[in-house]
Every structure is written in C-alpha cells, then in structure tokens.
C-alpha cells in the first residue's frame, strides 16, 4: 500500500515562501519518479512540477518555473517543493503523487500518476 502524507501548507502572504513535503512511510520512492500537482475547488489537477527516479531531471509548469523547486531526500524517503515568490492566484491544495511504473517516466497529466497524498492547502493572501 502506499501511503503518500503532505505536510507543510499554510497561509502565506504574496511574495512569501513555503516548502511543502511529502512523506512516504510504507513505501520507498527511490525508484520513482514524482511530482506535484495542485487544485483549486472546481476545477481540474494542475501539473506543477516532477523530480526523476533518479532526481537528475526536474520539470515545472512554466507558470513556476525560477520560482519553485522539487527535490527529494532519499534518506528521509520524502519529497519536497520549495515555493517562493507565491502569489494569490497560487492559493489551492497541493498534491503529491506516484507512478506505479518505477525507473524512466515523465507526465505532466494527473492521469498518468496512480498513487495520490490527501494534500495540503496553501493559501496566499495578505
């Protein structure tokens, strides 16, 4: 089973940072690939950024490109998305998510991930 936990969300004010993390604790993500997405209430998963298996290639949405960074700690088993420079059209629920293929993927869709975290809301407002 895998179990993905978010952590780190907040209200924040416009031009502020955060760094959001995702947990696995029953499952390794050293072989996968993973990425964050994000939603506002009704409408659809936005694609924000992915990490390799192996983290030598990253991949952002070009709206937060040069602003956020997604990284992962193998040793911790956790993966992070460090945001800065947020502003209010930001503000959404962040989702972490996983592949079940392992090694060599890339999608930028929320239907190529099969494993999802319950997000954590991020709210970008003064």
């Known amino acids: 089973q895998v179990q993905l936990v978010e952590s780190g969300g907040g209200l924040v004010r416009p031009g502020g940072s955060l760094r959001l993390s995702c947990a696995a604790s029953?499952?390794?993500?050293?072989?996968?690939?993973m990425a964050w997405f994000r939603q506002v209430p009704g409408t659809e998963r936005e694609f924000v950024a992915q990490?390799?298996?192996?983290?030598?290639?990253?991949y952002y949405s070009s709206s937060v490109r040069g602003r956020f960074t997604i990284s992962k700690d193998y040793a911790k088993n956790t993966l992070y998305l460090q945001m800065t420079n947020l502003n209010p059209e930001e503000t959404a629920v962040y989702f972490c998510?996983?592949?079940?293929?392992?090694?060599?993927?890339?999608?930028?869709?929320?239907?190529?991930?099969?494993?999802w975290g319950q997000g954590t809301r991020v709210t970008v407002s003064s």
């Open positions: 029953t499952w390794s993500m050293k072989n996968y690939a």
């Open positions: 998510a996983a592949p079940r293929q392992s090694g060599g993927f890339h999608s930028m869709a929320a239907g190529g991930y099969d494993y």
């Open positions: 990490i390799s298996w192996q983290g030598d290639n990253t």
